[in-house]
């Protein structure tokens, strides 16, 4: 779920799969070969309005329940 600060989030996405990867990947002009997580993603909906989430950064990646999200 990206999220704008200020407004929550509204565009929802599965993340099918996490792996490490690096910046050169993507752009081969970066020399930039630190080790990154890269999500490939898969975009589920948008719920109608932007709904605000509580944030914190260590538990950034873990599982949210899309229903409390869209109840809320």
């Not at 929550?8 to 690096?22: C, F, K, Q, S, T």
């Not at 930039?32 to 975009?43: I, Q, T």
């Not at 709904?51 to 914190?56: A, D, P």
């Amino acid at each position: 779920m990206p999220y704008i600060k200020g407004k929550g989030v509204r565009d929802l996405y599965l993340i099918r799969i996490a792996r490490i990867g690096n910046k050169a990947e993507i752009h081969p002009e970066s020399e930039d070969k630190e080790p990154r997580l890269v999500f490939e993603l898969e975009y589920l909906e948008s719920i109608p309005e932007y709904k605000m989430v509580k944030l914190n950064i260590f538990n950034a990646y873990k599982d949210t329940v899309l229903g409390r999200i869209i109840k809320e």
